[in-house]
């Protein structure tokens, strides 16, 4: 069994140390940094947006709102360009927190759509890798990111990708409404 939060938090609150990040070429920053004091547990963690379906903004969205939906899926964009070539989520139709509350025939189809939309993605061109991500931190509503990593800067590689995508400017909004409705066409 894991350790709980108490224990974990006693063992690390005074021997936190800082990855040698800056000999890495992926890592975003130069100087000196060095880690936040770790907080102690909370009681109880806030809950989600949405949590428990109730009062979810992705389940109130309507379809219009979506580049691709179908009977099980939707796509979204953020609103506006970010700092990489596209960033778009993937989400149930239904209110599912986690993806292990997915019956097995819509985590069967999860997978095929995934690598679909990541095959879409990378058929826009300039694309290095897409990273297909998991957090549920803040929204309850099951969703993964696919964030476009662009070709050919091997400084953006791994998960720092994450991070450069608030760095760098954004896209140009005309490319990337193109990309968006490049990407609509490529989903059919």
């Known amino acids: 069994m894991p350790e709980t939060p108490e224990e974990l938090y006693a063992r690390a609150k005074d021997a936190l140390r800082m990855p040698p990040v800056e000999e890495w070429e992926t890592f975003p920053f130069d100087g000196e940094l060095r880690p936040r004091l770790l907080q102690p547990p909370v009681e109880r963690e806030e809950p989600r947006f949405g949590e428990g379906g109730v009062e979810c903004r992705r389940c109130a969205a309507p379809d219009d709102d979506y580049l691709w939906t179908n009977e099980n899926w939707r796509l979204w964009s953020l609103p506006e360009p ?3 070539p596209l960033v778009v989520l993937l989400e149930s139709r239904e209110h599912y927190a986690e993806p292990g509350d997915l019956p097995e025939e819509l985590a069967a189809e999860l997978g095929v759509l ?3 939309i990541e095959r ?4 826009l061109g300039n694309i290095g ?3 297909v991500c998991r957090w549920g931190d803040g929204g309850e509503h099951l969703h993964w990111w696919f964030m476009a990593r662009p070709a050919r800067i091997p400084q953006l ?3 720092f990708a994450a991070i450069w995508d608030d760095i760098l400017p954004p896209v140009p909004e005309e490319q990337w409404r193109a990309d968006l409705a490049a990407l609509r066409t490529a989903l059919g």
């Open 82 to 84: 970010t700092g990489l």
């Open 120 to 123: 879409a993605i990378r058929g």
């Open 114 to 116: 995934q690598a679909r």
């Open 129 to 131: 890798r897409v990273h």
């Open 157 to 159: 590689i791994g998960s």
